[in-house]
């Protein structure tokens, strides 16, 4: 059995009853959450599914996607989710990429809710290679999408050996428990939410509690309802937090740590969180392909260290700068991309990580992130691609030309800004006329200038 469904029937078989997961709809305890797992695993052989086989969801954070990551992973498939922010642009090309033999968008699939059907239902047959025994550790179980300086997603590979790393890293560095109770409004889709809503709990036998969309309000009653302890992402979480008008009026004394990332993070914010909310918290840095070279949010640091640096490298990650660029290595570094093509620029000749990004290491080895070498813009802690958008914006009658930049943005940390040279004799589209241009290609909305 693969290692993180493994962890599930370990945690069933010891403390069957121990509360496993919490949506807005449901809550499952480890025993139940188990046999769930085993009757979606069933359905996904069922219908076809075997070991190497891509399977891919598009499903809001909830039990149905917690299970079909865990069920995927028990019949040594490859789970392949999608942000649900995505729309039919890059949906289409991440399923066409990948080869996924089925595609799950429905919380009320017959998966999750019905008894397993016999026989199976026909499908295209594409697996990835070297797809392993549905038990190696170190067979490709996890393809997860981001955005970066190409003009399409990358399709970052991972295993049950490298993202079990970074569960045992972070479990390490945080001095975590089964006890602990995690809240996450980060997507199920993205390398944060997966790690901290579904992986890490189920690694530790703790307990996800799920959002399915942001709202500080919410968070805050959910951590005084559940005695949340953990939660973690990109700045605008911690801020909406920090800056609630209400904050006083809820009981967040269970909450202890919160590492923030993703995006540029004011030294004052964490600053006032340690103030305001009497937790740990932190920078930290990291991406799909690697997601936690570093961080500063661990017990013991310094006020400084933690406000003003991105943190030392946790776990057995190391870190050098090479003419300015970061590049890392470590046990949690991912396996390669799905476009193999993408490799030779990705690692350097002696195995290291090249990040793309630049930065400083300071006598106490804490880095800084400085600025980037790739055109990114790092929206809600999400990468969205600049190229991307420059060449959808070229088919426009209109424009001549045009430049995509990051735009700093006090909610968000960066959003979108496109500059624009008008063809000879053209008027200038409006901005909802640009909008609506980009948008009819099926390009996510939040991707938009």
């Known amino acids: 059995m693969n290692r993180f469904a493994g962890a599930v029937a370990r945690t069933a078989a010891h403390t069957p009853g121990k509360p496993a997961v919490v949506d807005e709809q449901q809550r499952l305890d480890y025993a139940q959450l188990d046999q769930l797992v085993d009757q979606i695993a069933g359905g996904l052989r069922a219908r076809g599914v075997q070991a190497g086989d891509v399977v891919s969801s598009q499903l809001p954070n909830g039990v149905a996607a917690l299970a079909l990551c865990l069920a995927v992973n028990r019949t040594g498939a490859v789970h392949n989710p999608i942000v649900t922010t995505y729309r039919s642009r890059e949906v289409d090309f991440i399923r066409a990429q990948a080869g996924s033999v089925l595609f799950v968008d429905d919380p009320q699939d017959d998966l999750f809710a019905s008894p397993i059907a016999s026989g199976s239902s026909e499908h295209a047959t594409a697996t990835l290679s070297n797809p392993g025994a549905p038990s190696d550790p170190e067979a490709p179980r996890f393809l997860i999408y981001t955005s970066g300086s190409t003009a399409e997603p990358k399709g970052v590979l991972h295993s049950d050996t490298t993202l079990g790393a970074e569960c045992e890293a972070q479990g390490t560095y945080h001095g975590l428990t089964d006890g602990e109770v995690f809240v996450m409004p980060s997507p199920v889709g993205h390398i944060s939410g997966l790690l901290y809503g579904v992986l890490l709990p189920m690694w530790l036998g703790a307990t996800s509690v799920l959002m399915p969309r942001w709202d500080p309000t919410r968070f805050l009653e959910l951590v005084e309802a ?44 964490i600053r006032r969180a340690g103030r305001r909310l009497t937790l740990r918290t932190g920078r930290g840095y990291g991406s799909t392909e690697f997601p936690s070279i570093t961080s500063a949010a661990g017990p013991g640091e310094p006020e400084d260290k933690r406000a003003e640096t991105d943190g030392r490298p946790i776990g057995a990650n190391q870190v050098r700068i090479v003419d300015g660029e970061i590049q890392a290595r470590g046990p949690e570094l991912f396996l390669g991309y799905r476009d193999r093509s993408l490799d030779t620029d990705a690692f350097t000749a002696d195995g290291w990580f090249r990040t793309g990004d630049l930065g400083t290491l300071d006598e106490d080895g804490y880095l800084t992130v400085t600025g980037r070498l790739k055109d990114v813009i790092i929206r809600l802690g999400e990468k969205i691609s600049a190229r991307e958008i420059e060449q959808l914006l070229a088919d426009h009658p209109a424009l001549h030309e045009v430049a995509v930049v990051a735009c700093p943005d006090e909610r968000t940390g960066e959003r979108v800004c496109a500059c624009v040279v008008l063809r000879p004799g053209a008027d200038a589209p409006s901005l909802a006329e640009v909008a609506g241009f980009l948008a009819d290609t099926g390009l996510s909305t939040r991707k938009l200038p």
């Open 226 to 269: 559940e005695g949340g302890t953990f939660s973690g992402g990109a700045t605008p979480f911690l801020q909406g937090l920090v800056d609630h008008p209400d904050l006083d009026r809820f009981d967040t004394s269970t909450l202890r740590i919160f590492p923030c990332g993703g995006a540029d993070v004011p030294p004052d914010l």
